[in-house]
């Protein structure tokens, strides 16, 4: 399925479907609203000097692949073609951006698949056109002299910064777990101070988000994410683990295009990336809609690509468009190479949905209304009140091994 075709089937985390033929009348009002936005912008100063024309010339990036990468970007926006050259002319404003970008209780997965992603080179674009201001795992200075250069940073962007973090946030021993900076400030103090002064949160990775494997039962450090913290202040989460770079740079993309975060799904993540549902646009969908599963590891379904339902995948109960985007420029995701979906950009993804065991005894309770039957069952009807559901599954698979059963007796 193309990304154009996939456009057409999005849905929130409810079931409820996203619009996506609202009217020529309002993508003419906010096709209106980001020229304003992007005019805005470029009347104001630059907050780095770096431009994305010197970074794509640096790296021998043609302008016609830049402009591909742009096409693409809208439509991972949710956005009309017509709005590609206002996207393409929104990267080029980045430098009017600053981010403040904080480490807490995390791994760095998700600024190691930031520094890694794909073209027109993502990363020089977030390091050098955006004014990364503070990050603690990049940054050459450290101690006092950090904390000064963030300070001043706090300061002089008041009201206008982004706030990345990345990572949860422990509260257990009042938060004694993470402490950061020359004055020991733990981590939740850290978090409220920058955050206080910022235009929005962006919390990135399923730690930041919904407190990820560090919140884990037992939770010893009493780990937590960000809106449990940062209260009155925008917040987009960006869950995964790692989370996808294209969903990070497409939040900040669709700030400097409207000045707003994004529309939202109820769990505050991004609809234009967390709209689909994995199951929905995954590769092996028609491999479960004709009944033909991996019954255990090595056998011959899992030999052809066969539906990995039965040993675990979470893809029915997963939202996220890395099955549209993938990883590593593109190339691939986990149920490509024949691992399933363990569901990691949903909340508390650790002890609910990372294992491998067969789905029809996991009794999970999907988003979308419920996977709790057994597969055969499943498949029988539709499971989802909004009709987003898994699709009608014949229960192939039964009536094939019956077949078989009966003909290997004859």
Not at 65 to 84: G, I, N, R
Not at 332 to 344: D, E, L, S, T
């Amino acid at each position: 399925m193309d990304k154009t075709e996939a456009l057409k089937k999005m849905f929130t985390a409810e079931g409820e479907q996203i619009d996506t033929n609202k009217g020529a009348a309002y993508y003419d009002a906010l096709w209106n609203q980001c020229r304003e936005r992007l005019d805005e912008l470029k009347a104001s100063p630059k907050v780095s000097n770096v431009s994305i024309n010197n970074v794509l010339s640096d790296e021998g990036i043609e302008r016609r692949d830049f402009m591909k990468w742009a096409s693409a970007t809208t439509a991972a926006l949710m956005l009309p073609a017509s709005f590609t050259p206002l996207v393409a002319e929104a990267t080029e404003l980045m430098n009017r951006v600053p981010v403040i970008w904080l480490e807490l209780q995390d791994c760095a997965g998700n600024s190691e698949a930031l520094l890694r992603a794909d073209g027109p080179k993502i990363d020089e674009i977030i390091l050098d056109i955006i004014s990364l201001e503070f990050h603690e795992t990049i940054m050459a200075a450290a101690g006092h002299q950090a904390e000064e250069q963030m300070e001043d940073a706090i300061h002089h962007f008041k009201g206008k910064y982004l706030c990345f973090v990345e990572g949860s946030i422990p509260q257990a021993m009042n938060g004694q777990y993470g402490t950061i900076g020359p004055k020991g400030e733990t981590f939740e103090e850290h978090l409220k101070r920058i955050a206080k002064d910022s235009a929005a949160v962006v919390a990135v990775g399923t730690c930041a988000t919904f407190g990820g494997i560090p919140a884990a039962s037992p939770n010893p450090t009493g780990a937590v994410g960000v809106r449990d913290i940062v209260k009155r202040k925008p917040i987009i989460n960006i869950p995964a683990c790692p989370a996808n770079p294209a969903n990070m740079v497409g939040v900040i993309l669709h700030y400097v295009l409207t000045g707003k975060v994004p529309e939202l799904d109820s769990l505050a993540r991004p609809k234009f990336a967390f709209g689909y549902r994995i199951h929905d646009n995954c590769e092996r969908r028609a491999h479960f809609d004709a009944g033909e599963y991996v019954e255990e590891w090595g056998d011959e379904g899992a030999k052809n690509n066969f539906c990995l339902y039965k040993v675990g995948c979470k893809g029915p109960m997963t939202f996220n468009n890395c099955s549209i985007v993938r990883y590593n420029e593109s190339v691939n995701w986990p149920i490509g190479v024949g691992r399933g979906c363990i569901g990691c950009s949903e909340p508390d993804f650790w002890d609910k949905y990372a294992y491998e065991r067969p789905m029809s005894g996991a009794k999970i309770k999907a988003p979308t209304g419920g996977v709790e039957k057994t597969v055969d069952e499943f498949g029988l009807g539709m499971l989802t009140a909004a009709g987003i559901g898994i699709g009608i599954h014949a229960a192939a698979s039964a009536v094939a091994g019956k077949k078989d059963h009966h003909e290997d007796e004859e």
